[in-house]
Each structure stands twice: as C-alpha cells, then as structure tokens.
C-alpha cells in the first residue's frame, strides 16, 4: 500500500519523500519508484519530510505500531501539515491521542490496487477539525481518486460491507457445502465479480481480512464479523496470499 500511494502521488507530479524504519528499505523505495515513473521527483531523506504538505502513513495494521510512526515522524513535519493514515479498520481517534496536534490527523484509506481503485475513505474521528477533513476530501480529489467521508467506526463503510461476506466464504468452504473453486466461481458467475472471495482474500492478504474482522468484532459483536477459525488458522500456518506465494491458491514466483 505504501508503495502504491507513492506511485501515484508519484505520476501526478507531486514531490514524493518516502519514509521508513529502516533507511534502506527508503532507499530501495525511492530508486524503485524513480524508476518506474518516469521524471518524477523521489526523496528518501527524512530531513525534506518538513517541506510535506501530506504525510500518509501506510505501515502495518496495528494500533501500536502505528501510533509509534505517528509520534516517531510527527516532529519532522510542518506543523501545518496534513497528517492521515491508511488503516483499513482501526479507530481513528485512538490512533490521534498520542499526537501534539490531533486536530489534522485523519484517515485516508486507499484500496488495493491503489493505480486502479478510485474510491478513498476520508474518515474524520473526534478529535480531527474540518478543515483537515476538506483538505483530505481535496488531496484525494487531485489524486483522481473519488472520495467519501465516512465516520470513525471500526471497518469504516466498504469492509463492514466486505468482511461478513468474506468470513461467509469461508465457514461455507470450512462446512463443506461448497469448494474454494465453486463459490469463487458462482460469485463470478453468478454475481458478475470480477473475482471471487477466495481469490480477493489472497488478493488483500488472509492476515489482514482477519485483522480487520477482529476490529470489527471487537467493537460491534457480531459473529458474522468475526474472523473464521479456519481461517484464523490459516494465517498462522503462513497462508497469506499474494504477498507470500500460497494462500487459498498458489502463486509461483514469476520469472
């Protein structure tokens, strides 16, 4: 995901600093993305964070970790600049308690493909002004994204609609009433998806659907949010998706 923001922040002719936990990584982040767009302007030096306008943070989906990247690259910003993150179901205003200037903190949640999806959540929490609501409604507005405000509540709009469908999925395979193939394949058919839910949760990845599922429960108790045994399992043997080679399907390392 944070590769995918910079690409496009990228090709639209914006001044990219990426950010990292480890310089390196930055680095490598920076040469990749000079390289795949081409003319654009990419910077790995923490020290040029001060001349952003935007930071979005994009790191894994977890409170703490987040929160320590927030505190970690807020000193390093303008202290009118935009302050957003990515997180597909933590609560904002959580993530915005440890920061000095809440009031510009607010979720920017882009989809995967990021080059391809259009939709962006803009989602204010208690503690976010509405000015800073604005400027993210304008930022993903110039990005050629179309976005929607959404309120602060766990999943925010499109996973409370896409988890309990997801975790349906999964107990019916997990029941045996259907196979992985067959309802991939009726929803395609039947549905006119452009893939099934088996292939979409290798396509976000089964750690974080169950991530996002436990957000979900967490707050609203419904058991139709909660993350499958299975697949819970699933996520501890490793079978992630994509990103790793194996989940619901394989994925052999292209050549």
Not at 134 to 150: E, N, Q, T, Y
Request: proline content about 6%; charged content about 25%; hydrophobic content about 45%.
């Amino acid at each position: 995901m944070a590769r995918g923001i910079a690409r496009v922040c990228a090709s639209t002719g914006l001044r990219v600093v990426v950010l990292s936990g480890a310089a390196e990584r930055a680095e490598r982040a920076r040469d990749d993305l000079s390289a795949e767009v081409e003319g654009s302007d990419v910077s790995a030096d923490r020290a040029d964070a001060s001349a952003c306008s935007v930071f979005v943070e994009a790191t894994v989906e977890d409170l703490e970790t987040k929160r320590r990247a927030l505190r970690e690259v807020e000193p390093l910003l303008d202290p009118d600049a935009l302050m957003a993150t990515t997180t597909s179901s933590l609560p904002i205003t959580e993530l915005a308690v440890p920061l000095e200037r809440p009031a510009r903190f607010l979720g920017v949640h882009f989809f995967n493909p990021v080059h391809r999806m259009r939709l962006v959540e803009v989602v204010r929490g208690m503690l976010t002004a509405e000015e800073a609501v604005d400027r993210g409604m304008a930022f993903a507005r110039d990005l050629g994204k179309h976005p929607v405000r959404i309120p602060d509540r766990a999943g925010f709009l499109v996973n409370r609609l896409l988890i309990p469908y997801l975790n349906q999925a999964a107990r019916l395979v997990e029941e045996g009433y259907a196979s992985v193939e067959d309802v991939d394949l009726a929803m395609k058919l039947g549905a006119a998806h452009p893939m099934g839910p088996f292939a979409l949760i290798d396509l976000i990845g089964a750690d974080v659907v169950v991530a996002i599922g436990r957000s979900l429960h967490e707050e609203f108790k419904h058991l139709s949010e909660a993350p499958s045994p299975e697949l819970m399992r699933r996520v501890t043997l490793g079978y992630l998706g994509r990103k790793n080679g194996r989940g619901y399907y394989e994925y052999p390392p292209k050549e």
